[in-house]
């Protein structure tokens, strides 16, 4: 049994909750990624922050991104999942949530990031058709008229 450890980016790395969208976006520029992890002082994982969610939720609704923080952005429960579970609860939970990256977490610490891509690269081809149809769907549009 493959377990989440084997196949996660390991040089994952977190926006403080206290440093702003602007940074937060710098950092996705720099890094190349589209989201981070938000992590707390205290190292512990307090959300998950995407550039969709900064154009969305900030830009859109007039917000100066120097002036929020990355906290205002991270709400409900964070999910994540431990680093020695196995690779197909990783599915399971992306799936469930249509998620395509789940921060990976041991001992109440961010240690990586398994993403869609991590798990295409390195699993059988029928699972991973199954991840992407299901993190995928879309709900049919009722007919028009």
């Avoid at 790395?13 to 989201?35: F, H, I, N, W």
């Avoid at 100066?64 to 999942?81: F, N, T």
């Avoid at 879309?138 to 007919?143: D, Y």
């Amino acid at each position: 049994m493959s377990v989440v450890r084997e196949f996660m980016t390991t040089d994952a790395q977190c926006v403080k909750e206290d440093q702003s969208l602007l940074e937060a976006a710098v950092m996705m520029r720099d890094l190349d990624v589209g989201s981070l992890p938000i992590c707390g002082g205290d190292g512990k994982l307090k959300g998950f922050i995407t550039d969709r969610d900064i154009v969305v939720k900030c830009v859109a609704e007039g917000w100066v991104a120097s002036e929020k923080k990355a906290a205002d952005l991270a709400q409900g429960k964070p999910i994540w999942i431990d680093a020695d579970a196995s690779v197909d609860a990783a599915i399971d939970l992306m799936e469930k949530h249509q998620i395509r990256r789940l921060p990976v977490i041991t001992d109440h610490k961010l240690v990586g990031i398994i993403s869609q891509g991590d798990i295409a690269r390195n699993y059988s081809e029928q699972r991973v058709g199954e991840l992407v149809e299901h993190i995928s769907a879309k709900t049919p549009m009722a007919p028009m008229g």
